[in-house]
């Protein structure tokens, strides 16, 4: 393998996701009008901020070798993809999706951006898993995406019953 990163660096990239995810949800509460969003979107901003206690946990929980920094092999052209990947040319983990928001949108369409998210995130979390090796923590990112999995179930719950309300 050419390109290896640890648990603790994905994890670190975990929790810019999660703190994302909280300002979304309180951008979204703040221009979208509708009664319901003035209960669910505060609510989702506090789900975010629990992932994000238990990324930190998990991360607190790391062995020494879990933590450990991989060597980099520049000679390895593959794995230069997913060196821009990690370093936010790709997924960008600067970028604060709130600040898309104009408030012109309906609860529905943040839960369907919302949900959009959160599978991209499954998908470099996927991508992530694999240029790590088991021995620097690679089951430990497994439970990420089992987190951020029930997260989207849990989201298309809520986009279930919006669409199931009298209007």
Do not use: C
Request: negative net charge; without cysteine; glycine residues 8%.
């Amino acid at each position: 393998m050419g390109l290896e990163f640890n648990a603790d660096e994905i994890f670190q990239m975990a929790l810019q996701i999660e703190k994302n995810g909280v300002r979304f949800y309180k951008r979204a509460a703040e221009v979208t009008g509708k009664a319901a969003a003035r209960d669910l979107l505060p609510r989702l901003a506090a789900m975010e901020g629990t992932h994000e206690k238990i990324f930190t946990r998990m991360r607190e929980g790391l062995t020494e070798q879990e933590r450990k920094k991989p060597v980099y092999n520049p000679g390895d052209h593959s794995s230069e993809y997913l060196r821009a990947w990690a370093d936010q040319n790709v997924f960008d983990l600067r970028s604060d999706p709130s600040e898309k928001l104009t408030g012109k949108e309906t609860i529905e369409s943040v839960l369907q951006t919302a949900i959009g998210l959160e599978k991209d995130s499954i998908v470099f979390y996927l991508g992530m898993k694999d240029v790590v090796p088991e021995r620097l923590g690679r089951g430990k990112i497994g439970e990420i995406i089992n987190e951020e999995m029930r997260h989207v179930a849990s989201l298309s719950r809520e986009l279930e019953t919006l669409r199931h309300q009298p209007l």
